[in-house]
């Protein structure tokens, strides 16, 4: 059963950082393309930062320049530093593969705030 857990969320100040975790099980993590995604109240889910299996990198042009994505292959954990956050950040951050696929659910993820 492929399992995908969040963390590292929380309340943050405008201009302040986060490192949000993805840990992955269930699925033979390091063959697949991964991503970040978030959703906004009242909006749909995002793509905000994909990685290929072999380390390439993709932003959308919201989070360029201010958002890393990484992969440990060896501990089957994704990887998103946020820095100079807005509140536009505002959401609820989610991994999982890049496209996503109807076989690996959706996990809870990680609720980011941004206000001062």
């Known amino acids: 059963q492929v399992q995908l857990v969040e963390s590292g969320g929380g309340l943050v100040q405008p201009g302040g950082s986060l490192r949000l975790s993805c840990a992955a099980s269930g699925i033979v993590f390091s063959v697949n393309p991964m991503g970040w995604y978030r959703q906004a109240p009242g909006k749909q889910r995002e793509l905000v930062a994909a990685?290929?299996?072999?380390?390439?990198?993709l932003y959308a042009d919201s989070v360029k320049g201010r958002f890393t994505i990484s992969r440990d292959n060896a501990k089957n954990t994704l990887f998103l530093q946020m820095n100079s956050l807005k509140p536009e950040d505002t959401a609820v951050y989610y991994c999982n593969t890049n496209p996503s696929v109807s076989s690996v659910s959706w996990g809870q993820g990680t609720q980011v705030t941004v206000s001062s």
């Open positions: 990685i290929s299996r072999g380390g390439s990198t």
